[in-house]
């Protein structure tokens, strides 16, 4: 006999939310339709595949990658494992940037994996000229993929850093770069064993693609235009000061919904 949807849920030996958001990517069903059909038998397909996602999720492969999309700021982005998942803490990034961006401004976002941060830039605010820049060729796929699937005109570039767009000055800078350190423990666990290393830690003290971004970029900030960098919890106060040493002004850092220093940034009057 075949199991019934809520027998493979209760068999799955995997966390019941992830087994229930599997088993409806399996079905292409929502939770409502699952919550009054648990008690129908699965197809042997059906239960074939919910099996196969259930051990690569119970072998530790983040959900994200499994459904091959998350949800950022209200919209689905595609996701693989060239890209970092996109994280609710990033979100603060992007409300930040939406506040210091001038109208019909142009914004660059450095290091833009899955894209999530240019192409929700773009389609809150239409009158913004969009850029972003990756040095994976695999991630820019994906923002390519996402910039289409969500009808956002966002202009992707291959580039380490700012080496494409040399002589290019922007109304806003934002970043979201590799800042774990690379003795971090967390490197080797949960969903980030699973994540590209490269988007993660600089393999360094995980301040050294902030410090490259903040001395880089005011060459490239028009008069008043602010940089804006995501980092670690710990990290606000080191890079405050990178900030204020490279020659910027209004240096402040911002606070996450965990009340964990999350973003910093400042403006470029010279
Ligand atoms: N900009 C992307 C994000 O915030 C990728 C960041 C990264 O890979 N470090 O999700």
């Known amino acids: 006999m075949l199991p019934t949807y809520r027998e493979l849920i209760q068999s799955s030996q995997i966390e019941r939310f992830d087994a229930q958001v599997l088993l409806l990517h399996v079905l292409q069903k929502n939770r409502a339709w699952l919550i009054a059909h648990d008690d129908e038998a699965a197809t042997s397909l059906e239960a074939a595949q919910f099996s196969a996602l259930a051990r690569r999720r119970y072998d530790g492969e983040p959900v994200a990658y499994l459904l091959g999309r998350r949800e950022f700021y209200g ?6 494992s060239s890209v970092l998942i996109p994280r609710p803490d990033t979100e603060l ?5 939406l506040e210091r961006a001038p109208e019909n401004g142009k914004v660059i976002d450095l290091g833009t994996g899955s894209g999530c941060i240019p192409i929700t830039i773009k389609l809150e605010r ?3 000229i969009v ?4 040095l994976s060729g695999d991630a820019l796929a ?4 996402n910039a289409q699937a969500l009808h956002a005109d966002v202009r992707l570039l291959q580039s380490d850093w700012f080496a494409a767009v040399q002589g290019e000055v922007f109304d806003l800078i934002v970043s979201n770069p590799p800042y774990i350190h690379s003795d971090d423990e967390h490197l080797n666990q949960g969903d980030l064993r699973f994540e590209p290393t490269g988007a993660l830690t600089d393999g360094h003290d ?3 693609h902030l410090r490259s971004i903040i001395n880089a970029a005011p060459a490239h900030l028009q008069r008043g235009a602010c940089l804006l960098l995501e ?3 710990d990290q606000g106060a080191a890079c405050r000061e990178l900030l204020q040493a490279a020659g910027f002004s209004d240096v402040q850092t911002w606070q996450d919904l965990g009340r964990n220093d999350r973003v910093s940034g400042g403006c470029w009057r010279e």
Do not use: C, M, T
């Not at 919209?75 to 693989?80: E, G």
């Not at 990034?93 to 940037?97: C, I, K, R, S």
């Not at 850029?131 to 990756?134: K, N």
């Open 75 to 80: 919209r689905d982005f595609i996701v693989n």
């Open 93 to 97: 990034l992007v409300e930040l940037a």
């Open 126 to 128: 239409p009158d913004l």
């Open 131 to 134: 850029s972003a820049l990756d």
């Open 142 to 145: 994906v923002a390519q993929a």
């Open 206 to 208: 995980g301040l050294h």
């Open 231 to 233: 980092h670690g919890w």
